[in-house]
């Protein structure tokens, strides 16, 4: 796992605050064995929630439930188990999350329509709800506060290699992120789940436009394998205790939140070695710009080139040209690397900017129009086969 | 390299008979070094012809004069160069490429535009155009007849593990399809290039259409690693020596030829261990059972669970539901493995299958129409890695 060397620069940094109101549990309920594998975030009074979900058809079970919970706009906790997802288990796992949710209400006294359910882990196995259950009974009385955000991080990690969280302060609320994702010990999928909460007062209406509105240029903008999990979850709860904030700087800290776990997730994709971002511009709108830019980012070649170095710039031209639908123009298009553009003189050089950065910036000018977009990835390497085809469930 | 061990039963069987009226030249131009990097093949009067090009909007010069020339509709020559593919060098290029065919063309006493060129290696450097002029010069006089076409097909050839070729006999004619592809030495891409040499008499049009269908459930039913060249390109050329044939015959022939080159590319991706078909039926239609079995075949989390065998069938699951636009009904799938169906309590009966065999089957039963489509593609493996990262060109 010599890959898996990541630069403090790309990890997170310690909470020095966290809003006010909220409340963890962390535990292991042994569904698969005694590590962690159970996350409770409980808000002190009901919290104005929005969210985005997977747009894989195929839908796990708690996100199912979480869609409808998510409707009644106030959410009061969020519960996350790791080792089993709950998907693809039939109307008997809706049951059992739904089980689980009612289990964590009457426990905490307010309505299950209140509690938001993430699970992540193996597909297609039924999720073991009497252990749950019982690792949930008796959590209220040993609710940490403040929260240990930090803690519910690690909680529900797989084979992240580092726990991810960030924070900002805005006025006198704080929002904090948390992320999981890319890597994973035992079950087969790079679920991403990502919940933010704050002690600002914004309702569900503003807190779902720009919770929309950021995850576009963000999560969304993030790419490890192309595959898409039946689980990805993004959820952000606001409680009110610190009072209205100023609109503005509050979508701006809750963007620069995002793009830092964006940015860890990327850097932590099974088993990468290389932020990768590719930044798509001049181009005749933000959705072409998108689809290049993802179509670079995706490219097994093009991963496959900057993991050692090589300055295969071909491969890049491949990429673009490749891209569905888009109109691309061969002769316009410019490339830079770092800022930098090489001439086929200057391969060595490229090569040893490719080998010597752990986070690679491509830029790529397409003479079409004025629009750009960035995305997120990673390189490919020899330990993304070994993490996803030697384990076997 | 112990993985790319391939079985007789994938490889090409030695051609007893070849079509009358075709001869072949076969050197080392010394584009890069002194290996095989030029092949000729030349029909005695001129053929009709047919081709299908790349879809990549960044086309490699060959291409471009390619397209030119075919509208011409009779080909009398097709010249192949490897280590390098002429691609994103301007009109310097694509007049190095007008001198090529003008020099093959000189030598042999027809027009320039019956020479149909090809190149595959690199991309983004200049052709060594004196070099193959001086290869080219004194051509016609060490024309083999009959054609070499298994030495064509081993000529063209980059890091292909063997030659690929196939004939069938349709009356008193002869078909002979030669492809290579899907690995490489020193270059960036899995060029896939195919050529078909026929006796029989068949007119453009009808070549054309016969090809367009073909087509599409062979060769674009073939995906290794979801980058597409620059240069793919299919040829057919009808010299007409041998009369008229059946027409149903031949199309069955052609469509069989095609199949089995396909099964050989796939099978010797870059890196490949296996075979790995997938069937999508009992889908809404044509289209959509196409987009499924492409989404399930390219999906890096199912081709390296089959690389070693992890009976992990929620990654098939993932990988239909992220399907784009295709409506998806999760109750209603069906998968089986070599026509057999595994409950969770069989996964080491599953785990066998997929380790002990070199072909894997798979077919999804969708539930929600008649159509059916078969794609063909390959495992994802360490190699497929190291092959693209360490060598840099």
């Known amino acids: 796992m010599e890959n898996k060397t990541i630069s403090a620069g790309f990890k997170s940094k310690k909470l020095t605050a966290v809003p006010r109101g909220f409340r963890t549990f962390i535990t292991s309920a042994g569904i698969k064995d005694n590590t ?43 519960v996350v188990n790791s080792k089993n997802s709950n998907v693809a288990t039939g109307k008997q796992g809706y049951d059992d999350c739904v089980r689980i949710c009612n289990a964590i209400a009457s426990e905490a006294g307010f309505l299950p329509t209140r509690v938001f359910p993430s699970s992540t882990g193996v597909i297609g196995r039924r999720i073991p709800v009497e252990k749950i259950i019982a690792a949930i009974k008796g959590f209220r009385q040993r609710l940490k506060n403040p929260a240990d955000f930090e803690g519910f991080a690690q909680a529900i990690m797989t084979t992240d290699t580092f726990p991810k969280f960030a924070m900002r302060k805005v006025g006198k609320a704080t929002i904090v992120g948390v992320a999981k994702g890319s890597g994973m010990i035992e079950p087969n999928m790079a679920t991403m789940l990502s919940y933010f909460f704050t002690d600002a007062k914004i309702s569900g ?8 509105s950021t995850v576009q240029s963000t999560f969304n903008s993030l790419s490890v394998d192309t ?67 993802k179509s670079i980012v995706n490219s097994p070649l093009v991963k496959t080139a900057i993991y050692k170095g090589d300055p295969n710039w071909g491969r890049i031209f491949m990429a673009i040209g490749k891209t569905p639908v888009v109109k691309v123009i061969p002769e316009k298009i410019k490339i830079r690397w770092g800022g930098k553009s090489y001439t086929n003189d200057q391969l060595p050089q490229l090569a040893k900017y490719l080998q010597k950065n752990e ?32 384990y076997t469930t």
């Open 36 to 78: 962690l594998d159970l996350g409770i975030v409980v808000s002190d009074v009901p919290a104005a929630a929005a969210a985005v979900f997977t747009r894989n058809q195929v839908k796990g079970n708690p996100v199912l439930v979480g869609m409808k919970h998510i409707k009644g706009s106030k959410i009061s906790a969020v």
């Open 205 to 212: 209406t503003a807190l779902d436009k720009l919770l929309q």
């Open 227 to 293: 595959d898409t999990s039946t689980s990805d979850t993004v959820l952000v709860m606001a409680n009110g205790l610190a009072g209205e904030v100023n609109a503005k700087a509050f979508a701006k800290a809750f963007q620069e939140i995002a793009l830092e776990l964006t940015r860890m997730l990327a850097r932590d994709g099974e088993g990468a070695t290389k932020l990768f971002t590719v930044t798509v511009k001049d181009c005749a709108n933000p959705k072409q710009a998108k689809a290049i830019a």
């Open 359 to 390: 986070e690679l910036e491509l830029e790529v000018s397409m003479g079409t129009g004025k629009s750009a977009w960035t995305v997120y990835g990673c390189d490919y390497t020899e330990e993304y086969v070994k993490i996803n085809a030697y």
